[in-house]
């Protein structure tokens, strides 16, 4: 029996994204409220980038978009609204979406609190309804968010991003380089409560199996997290691109990509960095 479970920790899926498991990972509400502890630490760039990055990040786009009253901005994955309260604060008209209900909730008293109209939707991007067609002028998605996508997913959201832009309208979104790939290795790591209590707020082992897929370029880290009463599993996946890739996905979905840059603070392209962030635009 205790072999038998051994096993199932150690097993690895077939084939990447075999399984999703987003809906714990940002909605439990032991680990959600960790995840939101992590996004708001200011000086770390654990599930967030840095305050002060963010803020650059911010001023860069908006030195090439004119961000301001009646230009309109979607935010996918905007978290507890890092990058949408800013935006708004230089008065356009902002959109955020995210997975989350507890980072939605955080960022709506941010906006309730600096008299800021944002409009916040909460629900899986790939599939919310009610966003208005034809209607923004920018779709952000930061934090290579889009790495965390299936191939199929990928599909499924650029056509969205599509879908919702106005004609000549922008993306702007960032992914894991190649050379971030090759710095991956597989490994195991296990203990009682892995992580300091991230898990589960009861007496919980922790077992992290890390997966690189060769062929594919997709990393797993896999947790499988066994308390008393229950034994459960997270799967984190990782797509890592090269710009031949991102052009093909882009233009199959019949967007032009206009630049790459080393990341959303719009640093030159580096072939040595984690990054690649791009800006396409609907054809």
Known sequence: ??????????????????????EILWNDPHISKHMLALH?????????????FIERSVA????????GPSFRIADFGCGPGLYTTLFAERGACVTGIDFSERSIGYARETALSKGLDIDYRLGN??????????????VTMIYCDFCA????????????????????????LDVFSM??????????????????????????????NTVVYREER?????????????????YNWLQYFDKKD???????????????????????????ASQIAVIARKK
């Open 179 to 208: 050379k971030a790939f090759e710095e991956r290795r597989e490994d195991m790591e296990w203990g009682y409560r892995l992580m300091n209590g991230f898990w589960s707020p009861e007496p919980y082992y922790g077992f992290r």
């Open 1 to 22: 029996m205790f072999f038998a479970e051994i096993e199932k920790i150690a097993a690895i899926p077939a084939r990447p994204f075999e399984f999703y498991t987003a």
């Open 218 to 234: 997709v990393v797993l880290d896999k947790y499988d997290i066994v308390e008393e009463r229950r034994v459960f599993q997270v």
């Open 40 to 52: 708001l630490e200011e000086n770390t760039e654990l599930a967030s980038r840095k305050k002060s």
């Open 125 to 138: 991007y790939l599939f919310l309804e009610g966003l208005p067609e034809n209607s923004f002028d920018l």
């Open 246 to 272: 991102l052009r093909r996905e882009f233009e199959s979905e019949n967007f032009v990509i206009e630049a790459f840059y080393g990341d959303v603070e719009g640093s030159p392209e580096d072939a040595g």
């Open 149 to 172: 996508l299936s191939p199929e997913q990928r599909k499924i959201l650029l056509r969205r991003f599509f879908s919702l832009l106005t004609s000549g309208g922008a993306v702007i």
């Open 60 to 67: 860069w786009m908006a030195s090439l978009f004119p961000v």
